[in-house]
């Protein structure tokens, strides 16, 4: 007897078993089990989505003014929002915050919950490496003034603060946070003055947060943006407006090793006034920033810890507010800025932008809402729905009701019927639909492949397939005896 094959009758012997067919069965095709127990054989789904900017219709998060509204998916839950704004309760202003469900198109909100008064401005990050988790940062706008971090958990649609913890004692008029999308309990946060611009690691131990020494970035910063880059472990970008530069926009690359930060070259991105500065990373190594009263917008590739440029491209060439901007985090080199476009009405605006190299392109402008939006929106981009973003938003003029609309971009989604735990078996030949199938099992050998090779071990792929690489989901067949056999280890 020359291989293991030999030893091996056809069939594996009696590690077979017959199931009706659900379904066409290919002759060798991955096959599973089916609750009423049937068998189908595992194929692949493709799902397309039109752009559609609204999606929605809009819902209301919270009654009356609403200025300070900001959007966030959970990375870990599909269709969970967390929105932030600033609640008026007896002339005073309260930063609250609630959870929305989406579901296609529509969104419900929990009850809300208030974190603090008196603030300023805020920012959120959830950490992807922790479910539920996230980190809020705001300003302090009544002595003793500062800016404050805290833990965030979400439990269903109920949210949970740990106790604040102090990160500047000074007047602080921007600040921004981060998470480590590498490591958990890490996050990057960025703040300035009138005369600095610093940042500092924090570490979250259960609903506590310490903070390591500041590390000074520019020396009279204002509105600085911090991501980590996702492309690049322990690396993060800062990007701002430089007010001891004639407010030129600048960006730096910082490396971060344990709780420390160090700086490398600053890059001037706008040699005129950048106010209103913002920026998004992408999984890709680059960044966009948007920038400016009239609309620019621009792309920065890193290597190393250097910073080139592309040329400006303008999303509006007028003056505008309300601007955020996202990278869609799953198709590539696509995002979104969204604004008040003065160029009809104030209406809060959505433009797509697509990256070729370091050259962005925009598609036709699409209005989210016929109505104006008020200065500071939220914006993100769901990382478990292909193309599907969430924009929060002040309904202006009064009551500025706090609202959100779900919007989408055009998008393939696909799919499989194959789960982690589902997989039965391969079919002796090709059934029809209906027709009893005998099916080799765990322990069997399907003798009806091609093209194996010899001790290699092979996967089911999600369309049926097989592979020596895993797919998604990881669900190994078996291993090849010989060309055409398979030991199958099944279920």
Do not use: W
Request: charged content about 10%.
């Amino acid at each position: 007897m020359s291989n293991l094959s030999e030893l091996l009758p056809s069939g594996g012997g009696s590690k077979t078993a017959e199931f009706v067919a659900s379904g066409t069965l290919p002759n060798g095709q991955s096959v599973i089990l089916n609750a009423n127990g049937t068998i189908t054989a595992v194929a692949g789904t493709s799902t397309s989505f039109p752009q559609a900017i609204p999606k929605g219709s809009q819902t209301k998060f919270v009654d009356g003014e609403n200025t300070k509204a900001g959007a966030y998916f959970d990375p870990n839950v599909e269709g969970r929002l967390l929105i932030t704004y600033n609640a008026t309760s007896n002339d005073s202003y309260y930063l609250s915050a609630v959870i929305g469900t989406v579901s296609g198109s529509s969104i419900s909100f929990g009850t809300p919950t208030q974190i603090t008064e008196a603030f300023s401005n805020q920012d959120v990050s959830f950490d992807p490496n922790t479910s539920g988790q996230f980190i809020i940062s705001y300003t302090i706008s009544a002595s003793p003034y500062g800016a404050k971090v805290r833990v965030g958990t979400i439990s269903g649609t109920s949210i949970s603060f740990g106790a604040a913890t102090t990160a500047t004692t000074f007047e602080t008029t921007a600040l921004s946070v981060s998470c480590d999308p590498n490591t958990a309990n890490k996050f990057i946060l960025a703040v300035s003055s009138t005369s600095v611009g610093t940042a500092m690691i924090g570490t979250v131990s259960g609903t506590s947060i310490s903070l390591a020494s500041s590390a000074n970035f520019n020396g009279h910063t204002t509105t600085p943006v911090v991501r980590y880059n996702p492309a690049t472990a322990n690396q993060v970008i800062l990007s701002y407006v430089d007010n001891a530069n004639s407010q030129y926009g600048t960006s730096v690359i910082g490396t971060v090793s344990g709780n420390s930060i160090s700086y490398a070259t600053e890059y001037v991105y706008s040699s005129s006034s950048a106010l209103g500065t913002l920026m998004d990373a992408s999984k890709t190594g680059i960044f966009v920033v948007a920038f400016g009263d009239s609309g620019k917008s621009i792309i920065g590739t890193i290597s190393g810890t250097a910073i080139s440029y592309g040329s400006v491209a303008n999303f509006i060439s007028a003056s505008t507010q309300g601007i955020q901007v996202a990278f869609d985090p799953v198709t590539t080199n696509r995002f979104v800025v969204i604004y008040q476009d003065s160029q009809n009405s104030n209406y809060g605006t959505a433009r797509v932008g697509t990256v070729s190299g370091t050259t962005i392109s925009y598609a036709t402008k699409a209005a989210f809402v016929s109505g104006v939006t008020g200065s500071l929106v939220g914006l993100s981009f769901d990382p478990n729905a292909s193309g599907m973003f969430a924009v929060a938003y002040s309904d202006n003029p009064n009551p500025r009701d706090g609202k959100a609309v779900i919007s989408q971009l055009a998008a393939t989604v696909t799919g499989t019927n194959l789960t982690a735990t589902n997989f039965i078996g391969m079919p002796d030949k090709a059934y029809a639909s209906g027709a009893t199938a005998t099916v080799a099992l765990e322990g069997g050998v399907s003798t009806n492949q091609t093209s194996l090779t010899i001790g290699s071990t092979y996967y089911v792929q999600p369309t049926g397939s097989l592979a020596t690489s895993a797919g998604t989901p990881s669900v190994e067949a078996g291993k090849a005896i010989s060309a055409t056999s398979l030991l199958l280890k099944g279920i």
